[in-house]
């Protein structure tokens, strides 16, 4: 037993199967039977007896036999997975040595990838958030927006419509309407004015929302002479009322009418997107009456029943409007409609510069990459010699590439958790920076959805930095490196590798560079359009007159000329006009009219305009030109013959003879027998009022002494920018109705710099991107070129030293880098002209392929690349020819 | 021969590890050198022997290598692993510690 066992390991090998486990514990018992039995048979034991007595001995062998079976199974996995794990230890731990060893390489590539990652998940955080996340409501993708189309442009629905395809539709569970409408409540002596929305009695019913407390609408409780009851957003029973449950069933003062509160619902139930409170429609027979089909005022959503399909729901919408064409051709004859998801009508508009912006972003971080891939394939390239001394130590090739994989991976998952830092610190800026009026912005964070595009993130990256050398190791090979020795090494393929790259981030960059210059274009080409009237030094605020305590047109009228009177005494005030509406803002109204004593134009060619009701001051505030005939003026009162002014547009549209001036116009709505319209005693010049990237449309003005209405905007002209009103204001509306609020108070040049809110938004992050584009192209050159000359040193020594001038040195290394530039900008060019075809619905005054653009984007990157280039080539140009020679 | 007694839970394992303090041995050694050593007191199953060796292997306290006996025959070999050694040694003084005390109990009449 002394002697020593000869050496050869048994069982420990981790591919160790359970048979062959089985078959070594077998004969480790043979054994033992053997040794026992034979010591029994020289003791004097018959071997039959020798046999029964050492099994005797034993004890139960199959049941020994399999626990020794399983004891050791167990000992084998877990060895095996030891090993693995330790492998894997291995790998890591060597990485982490190799990336702090490395610590310049290392900072600058964790910084890059920060950068590169950060921003991305920061546009993703927006683009998930108001764009793809689900709506809060029970199964979002049944709910849709229905529209009316008219002569291809969507609109809303009038109430006979509504209520029509209310009746008709089978597809759609229920149809809800809806439209905005504000109302004053006076809150502890502050009159304040609410964002209400009048809905159907039904609208949380297909939203299927339920009350947080309380309950929402019953059926029925949308009827004119049903009890008045309002249902109020989360956000407003907090702010307002304390989050306290006793309002429920108490009766609040809405426009001077007592509601009864009967319910609060949660927050993130909102729709539509910024109601404060809910009140609901009370459609008077008036307004349900088949003669306001023209009258298109009312949203409409629905709800898709369950089996049925939006294309099956299209059908059958197109079908009743087919039917009520027929039924009322002068108001539907050319009248459709459109089904469209929920989630679509909400951020639909959004999805073409979002995803720009991602795709800009993406393109940094491709960049950003890049360099990064750069940087470690020349750290490879450089470590050759101990890949290759470990290769000959026994590491397979797998195990060589294994290694740098899991030093790129380890490294894109520091930078994107570095990444995500940044994403969380740039988030605020970025929401900051966002048009007010993006959807869903509040609701935007960093949560568990960007977490898992952090890690699909920190994969791609880890791929994109890891391959490029990955697949440079696969392809040395290894015997012939060491033969030759680290110096000898041809690193001719790494440097093409590297050259690729860098004319690859050069043709992003210029792609980049492009569509941010179009967009700067765009911005000033919006900025140089003459809107048609004078912003600057105008001071607006809007106040709404509730019908309770401004029954008839006479008070209200009244309203607006003793507000105007004591605005216009304030001081530094000018004038003062007042209007229905305003251009650049939301409030539209139009109407199609008719032109007396000419024939009915037929369906689909009927003439509309834009109304705006206004004071004769109004052109004046504005700055409005009178182009022919007069303005009206005060003498055009409630009692006299009615007059319009027009916009040249409509006058060029539908009196292309230059005959507008003495026409009589009609349209089908008014109050009594009276209808709106008059006749046409003068022509303004056209004023931009949807966008301005929109042409003009054609306007109808209608005095306010004889149209008063009930939600007036009055524009306050200053003598100079820095007169300060808005307290005046508040304290001359305060001395006529203590009740009314005072809203939307600010600069007109404010209004009219947030219609291009959404085009700013995009050249500041679009110039942000491309300049962090151009700054990591150029340390993707200056690293190439540096490298080229680093590799280059003996050849240049040698041409120095035969007399080459230093000029030809610097020109040379010059010539390296731009030869990459030019590479790079003529592929960025043709993808160029290629993508930015696909933003050309975001671009205004400019087209997608832009001569100048692309001319100056590609100077200025030649220029960078040769700023890039000038720091290497001048060290080549210093190069001491003995000292190149002799290294 | 006294009567045998049963062996108490863990001391097996503790006596295996005793064994192999001596140096490597296969099963059949080990089963000996304990019935030598206990004169026959205590009667060491071989099913559980075998099974506390491997045991013992899986905790990592004793290795086995295949060698050839002195019968010329091949057989398996355990021994100490260090780990094995610093377990003997602790549970050496803890049974020790252990019988003292049951020792000063049964001695106090006496």
């Given at each position: 037993m002394e002697q020593h066992p000869s050496k050869h390991r048994s069982v420990q090998i981790p591919l160790t199967t359970r048979a062959r486990v089985a078959r070594d514990v077998d004969e480790e018992l043979s054994a033992h039977f053997t040794m026992r039995i034979e010591e029994l048979v020289r003791g004097g034991m018959s071997r039959e007896d020798a046999e029964r007595e050492a099994r005797k001995h034993f004890g139960d062998v199959d049941a020994a036999r399999l626990a020794l079976i399983d004891e050791d199974m167990r000992r084998v996995t877990r060895a095996r997975q030891k090993l693995g794990f330790e492998t894997w230890r291995q790998d890591i731990r060597y990485a982490w040595r190799q990336l702090v060893t490395q610590r310049v390489f290392t900072i600058v590539a964790l910084l890059t990838l920060a950068l590169g990652t950060g921003v991305t998940m920061a546009i993703y955080s927006v683009v998930d958030g108001v764009l793809l996340r689900p709506l809060a409501f029970r199964e979002p993708d049944n709910l849709v927006r229905l529209y009316t189309i008219i002569r291809s442009r969507r609109s809303s629905f009038s109430v006979p419509d509504f209520m029509d395809y209310r009746k008709d539709s089978?597809?759609?569970?229920g149809l809800a309407g809806y439209y905005d409408a504000t109302t004053n409540y006076v809150h502890g002596g502050d009159p304040i004015r609410l964002n209400a929305v009048r809905a159907s009695d039904n609208l949380f019913k297909i939203l299927e929302v339920p009350a947080l407390i309380g309950r929402t609408f019953a059926p029925g409780e949308d009827a004119e002479s049903a009890p008045r009851v309002a249902v109020l957003s989360e956000t407003l029973w907090r702010n307002?009322?304390?989050?306290?449950?006793?309002?429920?069933?108490r009766s609040v003062l809405l426009d001077g009418q007592q509601t009864q509160v009967i319910g609060v619902v949660a927050s993130r139930y909102t729709y539509p997107l910024g109601a404060d409170l809910w009140l609901t429609t009370r459609f008077s027979q008036a307004e349900q009456?088949?003669?306001?089909?023209?009258a298109r005022w009312i949203r409409v959503i629905g709800r898709v029943a369950p089996g049925q399909r939006t294309e099956t729901v299209q059908t059958e919408l197109s079908g009743i409007a087919n039917r009520l064409a027929q039924l009322d051709s002068a108001h539907n004859g050319d009248v459709g409609s459109q089904v469209v998801s929920l989630q679509e009508s909400i951020v639909g508009p959004l999805q073409k510069p979002l995803f720009t912006l991602l795709a800009a972003v993406a393109f940094v971080l491709l960049i950003a990459s890049v360099n990064v891939a750069n940087l470690s394939l020349a750290r490879t390239s450089a470590r050759e010699s101990e890949l290759a001394v470990r290769a000959a130590l026994g590491a397979g090739q797998a195990r060589l590439v294994r290694q740098l994989v899991t030093e790129s991976t380890l490294l894109a998952v520091a930078g994107t958790l570095a990444g995500l830092l940044v994403a969380r610190l740039s988030l605020g800026a970025l929401v900051a920076m966002a048009p007010a009026d993006l959807p869903r912005i509040e609701s935007v964070k960093v949560d568990a959805r960007v977490y898992a595009f952090a890690v699909l993130l920190a994969c791609l990256a880890g791929l994109a930095i890891g391959v490029v050398p990955a697949l440079h190791v696969g392809a040395v090979n290894v015997a012939q490196r060491l033969r030759e020795g680290a110096r000898s090494v041809v690193r001719g393929g790494v440097q093409r590798r590297r050259q690729a790259l860098v004319v690859g981030e050069i043709a992003l960059a210029v792609i980049l560079l492009t569509g941010a210059g179009l967009m700067v274009r765009t911005l000033g080409a919006l900025r140089r359009?003459?809107?048609?009237?004078d912003a600057n030094n105008v001071y607006i605020f809007t106040a709404t007159l509730p019908a309770a305590s401004y029954p008839t047109l006479e008070r209200q009228h009244q309203f607006a000329v003793n507000t105007a009177e004591r605005l216009r005494a304030l001081p530094g005030v000018t004038d003062v006009g007042m209007s229905f509406g305003l251009p650049l803002t939301e409030t539209r109204f139009s109407l199609t009219f008719t032109v007396r004593g000419q024939p009915e134009p037929p369906p689909g060619a009927d003439m509309s305009a834009q109304i705006r009701i206004a004071t004769p001051e109004y052109f004046r505030v504005l700055r409005i030109?009178?182009?022919?005939g007069r303005l009206y003026d005060h003498s055009d009162i409630a009692s006299s013959p009615q007059v319009i002014v027009v916009s040249e547009e409509l006058a060029r549209r539908y009196f292309p003879n230059g005959d507008a001036l003495g026409k009589q116009l009609i349209t089908g709505w008014g109050h009594d027998s009276v209808k709106l319209g008059g006749t046409v005693v003068g022509i303004v010049g056209d004023v931009h009022s949807e966008a301005l990237n929109e042409p003009p449309e054609p306007f109808l003005y209608m005095p306010e002494a004889q149209w008063p209405f009930d939600e007036p905007t009055f524009t306050i002209r200053t003598a100079n920018a820095s007169t300060n009103i808005a307290s005046g204001v508040r304290d001359a509306i305060k001395a006529i109705d203590p009740t009314l609020p005072v809203f939307d108070s600010q600069p007109l040049a404010a209004v009219v710099a947030a219609s291009v809110s959404q085009q700013r938004f995009l050249v500041r992050l679009l110039s942000l991107f491309s300049l962090l584009a151009v700054v990591l192209s150029a340390i993707g050159i200056y690293g190439v070129v540096a490298y080229g000359v680093e590799q280059q040193r003996r050849e240049l020594g040698v041409r120095l030293a035969l007399g080459a001038s230093r000029d030809r040195v610097l020109g040379l290394v010059l010539r390296d880098g731009m030869r990459l530039a030019i590479l790079g900008g003529i592929i960025g060019v043709v993808g160029a002209i290629g993508l930015t075809r696909l933003v050309e619905r975001l671009l205004f005054g400019v087209k997608p392929v832009d001569p100048w653009t692309l001319a100056v984007v590609t100077i200025a990157l030649l220029a960078v690349a040769g700023f890039a280039s000038l720091a290497p080539a001048l060290k080549a140009a210093r190069l001491h020819p003995t000292s190149a020679l002799r290294d | 021969m006294a009567e045998s007694l049963d062996l108490l839970k863990g001391t097996l394992d503790l006596l295996v590890l005793r064994t192999l303090a001596w140096g490597p041995a296969h099963g059949y050694a080990v089963s000996r050198w304990i019935a030598e050593r206990t004169r026959d007191v205590l009667t060491v199953e071989e099913a559980a022997l075998y099974q506390a060796l491997h045991r013992l292997e899986r905790r990592g306290l004793i290795e086995s290598e295949w060698g050839v006996s002195e019968n010329n025959r091949r057989a398996k070999y355990y021994s100490l692993t260090n780990e094995g050694r610093r377990e003997l040694r602790a549970e050496s003084q803890a049974w020790r510690q252990y019988a003292a005390a049951v020792f000063r109990v049964l001695d106090f009449a006496g």
């Amino acid at each position: 037993m002394e002697q020593h066992p000869s050496k050869h390991r048994s069982v420990q090998i981790p591919l160790t199967t359970r048979a062959r486990v089985a078959r070594d514990v077998d004969e480790e018992l043979s054994a033992h039977f053997t040794m026992r039995i034979e010591e029994l048979v020289r003791g004097g034991m018959s071997r039959e007896d020798a046999e029964r007595e050492a099994r005797k001995h034993f004890g139960d062998v199959d049941a020994a036999r399999l626990a020794l079976i399983d004891e050791d199974m167990r000992r084998v996995t877990r060895a095996r997975q030891k090993l693995g794990f330790e492998t894997w230890r291995q790998d890591i731990r060597y990485a982490w040595r190799q990336l702090v060893t490395q610590r310049v390489f290392t900072i600058v590539a964790l910084l890059t990838l920060a950068l590169g990652t950060g921003v991305t998940m920061a546009i993703y955080s927006v683009v998930d958030g108001v764009l793809l996340r689900p709506l809060a409501f029970r199964e979002p993708d049944n709910l849709v927006r229905l529209y009316t189309i008219i002569r291809s442009r969507r609109s809303s629905f009038s109430v006979p419509d509504f209520m029509d395809y209310r009746k008709d539709s089978k597809t759609l569970t229920g149809l809800a309407g809806y439209y905005d409408a504000t109302t004053n409540y006076v809150h502890g002596g502050d009159p304040i004015r609410l964002n209400a929305v009048r809905a159907s009695d039904n609208l949380f019913k297909i939203l299927e929302v339920p009350a947080l407390i309380g309950r929402t609408f019953a059926p029925g409780e949308d009827a004119e002479s049903a009890p008045r009851v309002a249902v109020l957003s989360e956000t407003l029973w907090r702010n307002r009322f304390a989050g306290d449950s006793a309002i429920l069933g108490r009766s609040v003062l809405l426009d001077g009418q007592q509601t009864q509160v009967i319910g609060v619902v949660a927050s993130r139930y909102t729709y539509p997107l910024g109601a404060d409170l809910w009140l609901t429609t009370r459609f008077s027979q008036a307004e349900q009456n088949p003669n306001q089909r023209g009258a298109r005022w009312i949203r409409v959503i629905g709800r898709v029943a369950p089996g049925q399909r939006t294309e099956t729901v299209q059908t059958e919408l197109s079908g009743i409007a087919n039917r009520l064409a027929q039924l009322d051709s002068a108001h539907n004859g050319d009248v459709g409609s459109q089904v469209v998801s929920l989630q679509e009508s909400i951020v639909g508009p959004l999805q073409k510069p979002l995803f720009t912006l991602l795709a800009a972003v993406a393109f940094v971080l491709l960049i950003a990459s890049v360099n990064v891939a750069n940087l470690s394939l020349a750290r490879t390239s450089a470590r050759e010699s101990e890949l290759a001394v470990r290769a000959a130590l026994g590491a397979g090739q797998a195990r060589l590439v294994r290694q740098l994989v899991t030093e790129s991976t380890l490294l894109a998952v520091a930078g994107t958790l570095a990444g995500l830092l940044v994403a969380r610190l740039s988030l605020g800026a970025l929401v900051a920076m966002a048009p007010a009026d993006l959807p869903r912005i509040e609701s935007v964070k960093v949560d568990a959805r960007v977490y898992a595009f952090a890690v699909l993130l920190a994969c791609l990256a880890g791929l994109a930095i890891g391959v490029v050398p990955a697949l440079h190791v696969g392809a040395v090979n290894v015997a012939q490196r060491l033969r030759e020795g680290a110096r000898s090494v041809v690193r001719g393929g790494v440097q093409r590798r590297r050259q690729a790259l860098v004319v690859g981030e050069i043709a992003l960059a210029v792609i980049l560079l492009t569509g941010a210059g179009l967009m700067v274009r765009t911005l000033g080409a919006l900025r140089r359009v003459d809107p048609g009237f004078d912003a600057n030094n105008v001071y607006i605020f809007t106040a709404t007159l509730p019908a309770a305590s401004y029954p008839t047109l006479e008070r209200q009228h009244q309203f607006a000329v003793n507000t105007a009177e004591r605005l216009r005494a304030l001081p530094g005030v000018t004038d003062v006009g007042m209007s229905f509406g305003l251009p650049l803002t939301e409030t539209r109204f139009s109407l199609t009219f008719t032109v007396r004593g000419q024939p009915e134009p037929p369906p689909g060619a009927d003439m509309s305009a834009q109304i705006r009701i206004a004071t004769p001051e109004y052109f004046r505030v504005l700055r409005i030109p009178l182009k022919r005939g007069r303005l009206y003026d005060h003498s055009d009162i409630a009692s006299s013959p009615q007059v319009i002014v027009v916009s040249e547009e409509l006058a060029r549209r539908y009196f292309p003879n230059g005959d507008a001036l003495g026409k009589q116009l009609i349209t089908g709505w008014g109050h009594d027998s009276v209808k709106l319209g008059g006749t046409v005693v003068g022509i303004v010049g056209d004023v931009h009022s949807e966008a301005l990237n929109e042409p003009p449309e054609p306007f109808l003005y209608m005095p306010e002494a004889q149209w008063p209405f009930d939600e007036p905007t009055f524009t306050i002209r200053t003598a100079n920018a820095s007169t300060n009103i808005a307290s005046g204001v508040r304290d001359a509306i305060k001395a006529i109705d203590p009740t009314l609020p005072v809203f939307d108070s600010q600069p007109l040049a404010a209004v009219v710099a947030a219609s291009v809110s959404q085009q700013r938004f995009l050249v500041r992050l679009l110039s942000l991107f491309s300049l962090l584009a151009v700054v990591l192209s150029a340390i993707g050159i200056y690293g190439v070129v540096a490298y080229g000359v680093e590799q280059q040193r003996r050849e240049l020594g040698v041409r120095l030293a035969l007399g080459a001038s230093r000029d030809r040195v610097l020109g040379l290394v010059l010539r390296d880098g731009m030869r990459l530039a030019i590479l790079g900008g003529i592929i960025g060019v043709v993808g160029a002209i290629g993508l930015t075809r696909l933003v050309e619905r975001l671009l205004f005054g400019v087209k997608p392929v832009d001569p100048w653009t692309l001319a100056v984007v590609t100077i200025a990157l030649l220029a960078v690349a040769g700023f890039a280039s000038l720091a290497p080539a001048l060290k080549a140009a210093r190069l001491h020819p003995t000292s190149a020679l002799r290294d | 021969m006294a009567e045998s007694l049963d062996l108490l839970k863990g001391t097996l394992d503790l006596l295996v590890l005793r064994t192999l303090a001596w140096g490597p041995a296969h099963g059949y050694a080990v089963s000996r050198w304990i019935a030598e050593r206990t004169r026959d007191v205590l009667t060491v199953e071989e099913a559980a022997l075998y099974q506390a060796l491997h045991r013992l292997e899986r905790r990592g306290l004793i290795e086995s290598e295949w060698g050839v006996s002195e019968n010329n025959r091949r057989a398996k070999y355990y021994s100490l692993t260090n780990e094995g050694r610093r377990e003997l040694r602790a549970e050496s003084q803890a049974w020790r510690q252990y019988a003292a005390a049951v020792f000063r109990v049964l001695d106090f009449a006496g």
